[in-house]
């Protein structure tokens, strides 16, 4: 029985109340949701502009110093100016990229980093005057350096940790809420919104599990998350700044920074797999002869810009050669390999040759050109007159079985190479087996 006063609610009104209530509960359920999705999305942004930035950041930072060390190892070594106008530029990339870590690293590792820095830079610039440095300092300088760098790694690795376990969290908070309100509606509210949370759990879930794989390195990881919405875009994000990541990476390890040809590295990978393979190719050793005469006449600026137009050209000269499985590869200084098949190998030559012997006069002044050498003086202070750069080319004809190792190909080619430089002007032997060889 009713109460006095108490007024019945009509079926319309009942089934108007009931659907507000169900719209009131699975809008609160939405905005909740989209709110946290939406604190969710600025974290893993926040994560992807900055933390994995910082972290990219370190590992580059990483590579300049061991490239700066062995520029000064180089210098103090051979004493070429050459190594002092690499070491500047990698600085300056290496100070360019300090300041970038400043501004996504709040932690205070940097400025003792950029102190630690300033004292290796001057200890390096002391070298480099020709000043005697201390070993002892200048390791002690590189090893605060080196231990600074890892030290903000780690600590942005656990920072990464944090944000990601906070990530975890908000993640879980958002789905029980979203499902709690959802339940308090009608049955299938509760269905659209667990099917809309599964969604966007499904899409966090790819992105956390692309944070972790893409800072542990692994850089072809997909998401897996088809674009459309903002995390979509995210993934998509993720997946150019991955490919960015891997190119950097390969260009930073293995490129030479001068001629952008492939280095050390890769040229015995390349050497290995042919010999694992049991493929037969020819190795062919490119140098540059009475290449130190003229970088001491006309420097360093103009030396390096043979170096560039040298690679560039046996680039182009072998890739016309049409043989998918060539290499060229830039040992360093006026040192190349050329990896071809043993038919093409005297092509090659003939063509890289007759292309430098075409191109070297022109980086000559008029009348050294016109005289074809110039007078100098050599490394024991001695008169003499040095004609023309020209190149000297030996090529090894590897059979399998010939050789076991990159390493015994590469000594046996320096031997090959200091016969060629025994005649003037640009040569090249082919050394098919032992006693055979074609010039």
Do not use: W
């Not at 900055?50 to 990219?56: E, H, I, P, R, Y």
């Not at 990229?97 to 709040?106: D, F, G, T």
């Not at 290796?120 to 760098?149: C, H, P, S």
């Not at 003229?294 to 690679?311: M, P, Q, V």
């Amino acid at each position: 029985m009713p109460f006095p006063g108490h007024s019945r609610f009509s079926l319309i009104q009942k089934m108007i109340i009931s659907f507000a209530l169900c719209g009131v509960c699975m809008m609160a359920a939405l905005v909740y949701a989209v709110a946290g999705l939406g604190t969710m999305h600025r974290m893993e942004e926040e994560i992807a502009q900055n933390d994995l930035a910082a972290a990219t950041i370190t590992i580059t930072l990483r590579e300049m110093m061991l490239t700066q060390e062995r520029y000064v190892g180089k210098f103090q070594i051979l004493h070429q100016p050459e190594f002092r106008e690499l070491y500047d530029q990698n600085a300056e990339k290496f100070r360019s990229e300090l300041a970038s870590l400043q501004r996504v690293y709040q932690g205070d590792g940097v400025d003792r980093l950029v102190a630690a820095y300033a004292t290796y830079t001057n200890l390096a610039r002391q070298v480099f005057g020709g000043r005697n440095v201390d070993a002892t300092a200048m390791k002690r300088a590189t090893a605060q350096v080196e231990g600074l760098i890892e030290h903000i790694r780690v600590e942005q690795k656990e920072s990464l940790a944090n944000k990601l376990k906070l990530s975890d969290e908000k993640e879980a908070k958002t789905v029980t809420r979203s499902i709690g309100l959802a339940f308090v509606g009608v049955l299938s509210a509760f269905l659209v919104a667990g099917y809309l949370i599964y969604t966007f759990a499904s899409s966090i879930g790819k992105l956390q599990t692309a944070t972790h794989r893409i800072a542990a390195g692994d850089f072809d990881h997909n998401p897996g998350i088809p674009p459309g919405d903002e995390i979509g875009t995210l993934a998509q994000d993720f997946t150019r700044m991955a490919a960015r990541l891997k190119e950097l990476e390969q260009i930073s390890l293995d490129a030479s920074p001068l001629t952008r040809l492939p280095g050390n590295i890769a040229i015995e990978r390349s050497i290995s797999r042919r010999l694992r393979e049991r493929l037969p190719f020819a190795m062919c050793y490119l140098d540059l002869d009475n290449f130190k005469s003229y970088n001491d006449r006309y420097g360093y600026i103009k030396a390096s810009e043979i170096l560039r137009e040298t690679g560039e050209l046996i680039h182009n000269a072998v890739k016309r050669l049409n043989d998918p499985d060539a290499f060229v590869g830039h040992i360093g200084g006026d040192d190349f390999v050329v990896i071809v098949s043993a038919q093409l190998a005297k092509a090659a030559c003939q063509t890289i040759i007759q292309e430098f012997d075409a191109m070297i006069p022109f980086f000559y002044s008029d009348e050294d050109r016109a005289a074809g050498s110039f007078e100098g003086v050599d490394r024991y202070g001695v008169p003499r007159v040095f004609p023309l750069i020209s190149m000297s080319i030996a090529v090894l004809v590897c059979e399998p079985g010939d050789y076991a190792t990159a390493a015994e190909i590469a000594t046996a080619a320096a031997e090959v190479k200091d016969h060629v430089k025994e005649s003037s002007g640009s040569n090249y032997i082919i050394v098919r087996e032992a006693g055979n060889c074609d010039a």
